[in-house]
């Protein structure tokens, strides 16, 4: 049976779907956010592990340590490279973080937040949602 949500690498090969409304949803300043995305930010949000099921094509990761300390699994489709979704984070075990970007149809899922501020350009205007420095507790 499909699910309510779906989404998918730039060329197709790798999808995923789950069925959790997503309640965490951050637009994040980090560096490692930064540097994952290849933009000022990333925004993405968090759905339980058991809820979210690959349907394609097998993902590819890369294994990191955060600035936090913290391991964490990028993945990413191995033909297209278009990153997909975070797994297997030390901090928050069972939940996988998406990609906005991914989902096939990202209009309903809003930002509730922004987080690491103190890293957000300049030039960028803040959004009129909860500000956090940090990692909101």
Not at 58 to 85: E, H, K, M, W
Request: some cysteine; charged content about 20%.
């Amino acid at each position: 049976m499909t699910k309510k949500h779906s989404g998918r690498c730039a060329c197709g090969a790798v999808t995923f779907e789950f069925d959790t409304d997503p309640d965490f949803i951050a637009v994040c300043h980090c560096l490692d956010c930064k540097k994952a995305s290849g933009g000022e930010a990333a925004t993405w949000f968090g759905v339980p592990a058991d809820d979210f099921t690959l349907t394609g094509k097998p993902s590819s990761a890369f294994g990191y340590v955060a600035d936090s300390g913290q391991t964490l699994d990028r993945n990413f489709c191995p033909i297209c490279s278009a990153r997909l979704y975070t797994s297997n984070l030390g901090s928050f075990p069972g939940l996988v973080f998406v990609q906005l970007g991914s989902l096939d149809d990202p209009g309903g899922i809003t930002p509730k937040l922004e987080m690491f501020v103190k890293r957000r350009l300049p030039w960028v205007t803040p959004l009129n949602l909860p500000q956090f420095e940090g990692m909101p507790s």
